[in-house]
């Protein structure tokens, strides 16, 4: 599968394993309930990429304290109307650090790709049947922004000059 | 008021292009109706019954007579040479084509308004005081903060897919007019014991299906603080409320669900996060924000004038206009002048294409080219010197929009309804107009005093009637038209909600029943109470056993 990461339109090397599947080999990413279940032994694959998921209910401070763990937190949109993994991902980045793939998955549309990005999302699982090289150009929309978020410190009356 | 520099130029133009492209590629067909929609909601731009309405922002209400006179172009360029001045203090048209959007949308912009934001599950419109700024007992005027706080949310990243949508109000003034217990959110100027300047913050208000009197969330926070305490606010709810169900999506069924006291703890939680102390404000940037809206060069004027004096002396028609449309004015020898979009045999809200022009004129002949527009759906002139009101009226008179009704009985706020609205059971606008024709009696209704009589066509309440002494929502009853009529609730700092009198009534019982409601209130006032007075003092069963007694 291809996916838009920094940017760039790249072929996926994370697997999504179903909870229950066996574990296969490279980079995984699992399901919060799983990682809860399996910790010690997902742990252990750390080295060879491990990546969490959060459904849309489930939030920052379920992960906070395991961050370290992980090179991918992909969010779900379970609809683009569905707004929640906003601030999941405002909270990632902005209080707790976080350095990794930040990877937005389920609807995700070119129209909401420049909001997912200003809060911090690096990774986008583009919904099937729609063009990803459309999407890319979605970073473009606007050049100028009021709010700080995750790529910018600043609010543009500080900017303004 | 506030001017856009290169940056907010910018911006609107990078929406107006993004929007063109999504219109172009819904005319190719490259977006269906569905995926269409939620892009379009984005922009105002509503499928109604008959046609496309398109809802325009007018940020707090604040609109410079050149934006008067593009938005009575657009009206006649785009539309059927009318609009609608609606209860976010906002206008809509109701026969827009979407081929044209694009073309209106810029036009819109050469005067630096836009249609963001005015609908979607985002921070919508901005509402304030209509009298903000030039009002008798405002402690500051809002419409800096009010500004401050609209470009803060516009595209707001995190906040533009939120549970629900969300309303803000502000105020500055010591009397509510801005209806702020009933906003999502609300910010009330005020002063702490320190003699200090803040604000007093509200959240959880709101009609519809539930109607919730707001809550008082602090008492103080510093002005510094109002953007980096809305995130907070914003966070919480857009991570906890509800999306399982849209009726109780709003903040104010959070609230409600958490308690006041652990809604306050989970945004205290999240400011203690300082996630967002870059948005503290600076002096500096409040006080560039305030010289936007720094009071115009006042003459020093006599507060009195003779003539005007004379003229209250003999005309009684002069003198009923001035009672109910004219407000002090805190500088001496000016006054407010409230136009009347409530003349008979007009929806309540509505003006023609002629009426607008003529209004901008008039704005720049006494008011300093500037107007606002009220949540009531009137406009106001603000800066009008005394001694030209007479003047004033006679123009107003000749434009038919010189009712003197102004918050009395027939003022009546009404939403769309049926005629234009597709989520109506009933009619709102007839309902109205037949109203405003039944007590067409001045004399009468200015004897009934301060009366709120609003209308809504369904239970989303968007003619506030939760928030009316006398509220009339459409109910569908077997496929027809009825009225549920409720008493007691009211809009301001006594703010209430109005209680179900009982069965609902046809379409040709409803007016025959408000007047009997009406005898009740005639027949058990004390000299001088006001209706939610006479109300709160006697209760429904008079008003109950009068109206259904032939039932
Ligand atoms: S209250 Fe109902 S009928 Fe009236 S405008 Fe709102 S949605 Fe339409």
Not at chain 2, 37 to 51: D, F, I, K, S, T
Not at chain 2, 217 to 241: A, Q
Not at chain 2, 378 to 404: C, F, H, I, Q, Y
């Given at each position: 599968m291809r996916i838009i990461k920094q940017r760039e339109i790249v072929e996926d090397d994370w697997q999504r394993v179903e909870d229950g599947a066996a574990l296969p080999e490279g980079k995984i990413i699992v399901s919060l309930s799983r990682w809860k279940a399996e910790r010690e032994?997902?742990?252990?694959?750390?080295?060879?990429?491990?990546g969490i998921q959060l459904a849309a209910g489930e939030h920052a401070d379920d992960i906070a304290a395991d961050l370290d763990n992980f090179e991918v937190v992909a969010l779900s949109f379970p609809s683009f109307r569905d707004g929640r993994a906003y601030t999941t991902a405002r909270l990632l980045r902005g209080h707790y650090g976080f350095k990794g793939e930040l990877r937005a998955t389920g609807d995700v549309l070119r129209d909401q790709i420049f909001f997912m990005h200003r809060v911090g999302f690096d990774a986008f699982e583009v919904k099937e049947g729609r063009s990803i090289e459309d999407a890319l150009k979605a970073f473009d929309d606007f050049k100028v922004t009021y709010q700080p978020s995750a790529d910018e410190g600043q609010p543009l009356w500080r900017r303004r000059g | 008021m506030y001017q856009y520099d290169k940056f907010d130029h910018q911006i609107?133009?990078?929406?107006?292009?993004?929007?063109?492209?999504?219109v172009e590629r819904r005319?190719?067909?490259?977006?269906?109706?569905?995926?269409?929609?939620p892009l379009r909601l984005m922009n105002g731009l509503y499928l109604q019954l008959h046609a496309y309405m398109l809802r325009v922002a007018i940020p707090y209400g604040v609109l410079s007579s050149a934006q008067l006179r593009q938005l009575a172009m657009i009206a006649r360029k785009y539309d059927r040479d009318y609009g609608h001045f609606t209860t976010r203090q906002n206008i809509q048209y109701n026969w827009i084509k979407l081929e044209e959007m694009p073309d209106l949308l810029e036009d819109l912009a050469k005067v630096e308004m836009h249609a963001i934001q005015t609908s979607g599950n985002c921070i919508r419109n901005i509402s304030t005081d209509q009298f903000a700024g030039v009002a008798r007992d405002e402690l500051e005027d809002p419409r800096p903060y009010a500004e401050i706080l609209r470009q803060w949310s516009t595209f707001h990243p995190e906040f533009s897919y939120l549970p629900r949508k969300f309303k803000i109000a502000l105020t500055g003034a010591e009397r509510d007019r801005a209806a702020i217990y009933f906003h999502d959110m609300a910010y009330r100027l005020v002063k702490n014991d320190a003699g200090e300047i803040g604000f007093q913050v509200i959240v959880g208000g709101g009609m519809g299906r539930t109607p919730i009197v707001g809550k008082v969330i602090k008492d103080f926070i510093p002005k510094r603080h109002l953007l980096s305490y809305s995130e907070s606010v914003m966070r919480v709810y857009n991570g906890y409320g509800r999306r399982d169900n849209i009726y109780k999506a709003r903040i104010k069924i959070l609230v409600q669900e958490l308690g006041i006291e652990e809604f306050r703890r989970q945004v205290d939680a999240d400011y203690e996060l300082n996630m967002s102390r870059s948005l503290d404000l600076e002096d500096s940037e409040i006080e560039r924000m305030k010289a936007f809206f720094a009071p115009p060069a006042y003459r020093a004027l006599p507060e009195g004038d003779a003539a005007v004096t004379a003229l209250l002396a003999d005309s009684k028609p002069f003198r009923m206009w001035h009672d109910r449309n004219v407000t002090a004015h805190k500088v001496p020898g000016y006054s407010i002048v409230t136009i009347s979009l409530k003349p008979k045999g007009v929806a309540p809200g509505d003006a023609t294409t002629d009426q607008m022009y003529a209004i901008a004129d008039l704005s720049d002949e006494y008011s300093l080219g500037t107007l606002r527009t009220t949540y009531k759906q009137n406009l106001v002139l603000t800066d009008v010197e005394t001694s030209r009101l007479p003047e004033l009226?006679?123009?107003?008179?000749?434009?038919?929009?010189?009712?003197?009704?102004?918050?009395?009985?027939?003022?009546?706020?009404?939403?769309?309804?049926?005629?234009?609205?597709?989520?109506?059971n009933a009619r709102s606008i007839p309902v109205a107009q037949r109203l405003i024709d039944r007590f067409d009696d001045l004399d009468f209704v200015h004897d009934l005093g301060e009366l709120r009589l609003n209308i809504s066509g369904c239970i989303n309440a968007c003619g506030h009637h939760h928030a009316g002494n006398i509220g009339i929502l459409g109910v569908d009853k077997k496929g027809e038209e009825f009225y549920q009529v409720t008493l007691g609730g009211s809009p301001e700092d006594d703010a209430s909600i109005g209680k179900i009198m009982g069965p609902a009534f046809s379409e040709d019982d409803i007016v025959p029943a408000i007047e009997k409601v009406i005898e009740v209130f005639v027949?058990?006032?004390?000299?001088?109470?006001?209706?939610?007075?006479?109300?709160?003092?006697i209760g429904m069963e008079p008003f109950k056993e009068r109206v259904y007694a032939d039932h």
């Amino acid at each position: 599968m291809r996916i838009i990461k920094q940017r760039e339109i790249v072929e996926d090397d994370w697997q999504r394993v179903e909870d229950g599947a066996a574990l296969p080999e490279g980079k995984i990413i699992v399901s919060l309930s799983r990682w809860k279940a399996e910790r010690e032994a997902l742990i252990g694959r750390r080295n060879s990429g491990l990546g969490i998921q959060l459904a849309a209910g489930e939030h920052a401070d379920d992960i906070a304290a395991d961050l370290d763990n992980f090179e991918v937190v992909a969010l779900s949109f379970p609809s683009f109307r569905d707004g929640r993994a906003y601030t999941t991902a405002r909270l990632l980045r902005g209080h707790y650090g976080f350095k990794g793939e930040l990877r937005a998955t389920g609807d995700v549309l070119r129209d909401q790709i420049f909001f997912m990005h200003r809060v911090g999302f690096d990774a986008f699982e583009v919904k099937e049947g729609r063009s990803i090289e459309d999407a890319l150009k979605a970073f473009d929309d606007f050049k100028v922004t009021y709010q700080p978020s995750a790529d910018e410190g600043q609010p543009l009356w500080r900017r303004r000059g | 008021m506030y001017q856009y520099d290169k940056f907010d130029h910018q911006i609107l133009a990078e929406r107006n292009a993004q929007f063109r492209g999504q219109v172009e590629r819904r005319l190719r067909g490259e977006l269906t109706e569905e995926e269409f929609r939620p892009l379009r909601l984005m922009n105002g731009l509503y499928l109604q019954l008959h046609a496309y309405m398109l809802r325009v922002a007018i940020p707090y209400g604040v609109l410079s007579s050149a934006q008067l006179r593009q938005l009575a172009m657009i009206a006649r360029k785009y539309d059927r040479d009318y609009g609608h001045f609606t209860t976010r203090q906002n206008i809509q048209y109701n026969w827009i084509k979407l081929e044209e959007m694009p073309d209106l949308l810029e036009d819109l912009a050469k005067v630096e308004m836009h249609a963001i934001q005015t609908s979607g599950n985002c921070i919508r419109n901005i509402s304030t005081d209509q009298f903000a700024g030039v009002a008798r007992d405002e402690l500051e005027d809002p419409r800096p903060y009010a500004e401050i706080l609209r470009q803060w949310s516009t595209f707001h990243p995190e906040f533009s897919y939120l549970p629900r949508k969300f309303k803000i109000a502000l105020t500055g003034a010591e009397r509510d007019r801005a209806a702020i217990y009933f906003h999502d959110m609300a910010y009330r100027l005020v002063k702490n014991d320190a003699g200090e300047i803040g604000f007093q913050v509200i959240v959880g208000g709101g009609m519809g299906r539930t109607p919730i009197v707001g809550k008082v969330i602090k008492d103080f926070i510093p002005k510094r603080h109002l953007l980096s305490y809305s995130e907070s606010v914003m966070r919480v709810y857009n991570g906890y409320g509800r999306r399982d169900n849209i009726y109780k999506a709003r903040i104010k069924i959070l609230v409600q669900e958490l308690g006041i006291e652990e809604f306050r703890r989970q945004v205290d939680a999240d400011y203690e996060l300082n996630m967002s102390r870059s948005l503290d404000l600076e002096d500096s940037e409040i006080e560039r924000m305030k010289a936007f809206f720094a009071p115009p060069a006042y003459r020093a004027l006599p507060e009195g004038d003779a003539a005007v004096t004379a003229l209250l002396a003999d005309s009684k028609p002069f003198r009923m206009w001035h009672d109910r449309n004219v407000t002090a004015h805190k500088v001496p020898g000016y006054s407010i002048v409230t136009i009347s979009l409530k003349p008979k045999g007009v929806a309540p809200g509505d003006a023609t294409t002629d009426q607008m022009y003529a209004i901008a004129d008039l704005s720049d002949e006494y008011s300093l080219g500037t107007l606002r527009t009220t949540y009531k759906q009137n406009l106001v002139l603000t800066d009008v010197e005394t001694s030209r009101l007479p003047e004033l009226w006679e123009r107003l008179k000749t434009l038919g929009v010189a009712t003197a009704t102004v918050d009395t009985l027939t003022d009546i706020i009404a939403c769309p309804g049926l005629d234009y609205c597709s989520l109506a059971n009933a009619r709102s606008i007839p309902v109205a107009q037949r109203l405003i024709d039944r007590f067409d009696d001045l004399d009468f209704v200015h004897d009934l005093g301060e009366l709120r009589l609003n209308i809504s066509g369904c239970i989303n309440a968007c003619g506030h009637h939760h928030a009316g002494n006398i509220g009339i929502l459409g109910v569908d009853k077997k496929g027809e038209e009825f009225y549920q009529v409720t008493l007691g609730g009211s809009p301001e700092d006594d703010a209430s909600i109005g209680k179900i009198m009982g069965p609902a009534f046809s379409e040709d019982d409803i007016v025959p029943a408000i007047e009997k409601v009406i005898e009740v209130f005639v027949a058990k006032r004390e000299p001088d109470e006001r209706f939610i007075d006479c109300y709160r003092r006697i209760g429904m069963e008079p008003f109950k056993e009068r109206v259904y007694a032939d039932h």
